[in-house]
């Protein structure tokens, strides 16, 4: 498996501002706060601003400064991170079981089209 930096986990708030700037690509804190609004109407630019800088410095994100305003990308695809998140949660809740952590992900309680989903993906492995 090839070495990928060492980035430290995003914390909640962290994955909170990835999942709005995933879909961005990359984007100035401004667009970043435009958009976390939508669904947190209290949460400040500044408060935007600041987060960045802070995931900036952990190597969360990578930050274009040939602009007046800095541009900012995630450090990692959505993938990598969820996959490398996925298997620290693996190991440490589940004791290295995919087989206990799905099983666990199942009983939570899924709606019937994503019991679809799944029972497609599954069938469709099987070929």
């Given at each position: ?7 430290p ?14 879909p ?11 958009a ?5 109407p ?15 410095g ?5 930050r ?14 959505q ?21 206990a952590?799905?099983?666990a992900?199942?009983?939570s ?19």
């Amino acid at each position: 498996m090839p070495s990928t930096p060492d980035i430290p986990k995003p914390t909640a708030a962290e994955l909170d501002l990835l999942q709005v700037l995933w879909p961005l690509g990359a984007a100035t804190a401004r667009q970043v706060h435009e958009a976390m609004q939508k669904n947190r109407p209290d949460v400040t630019y500044a408060t935007v601003l600041r987060l960045m800088q802070i995931m900036h410095g952990k190597g969360i994100l990578i930050r274009d400064e040939s602009e007046r305003s800095h541009v900012y990308a995630p450090a990692q695809p959505q993938d990598s991170l969820q996959t490398k998140l996925l298997k620290d949660l693996m190991q440490r809740a589940f004791a290295g079981s995919a087989k206990a952590l799905v099983m666990a992900a199942l009983k939570s309680g899924i709606s019937k089209k994503e019991r679809a989903e799944i029972e497609k993906l599954l069938k469709d492995d099987d070929k």
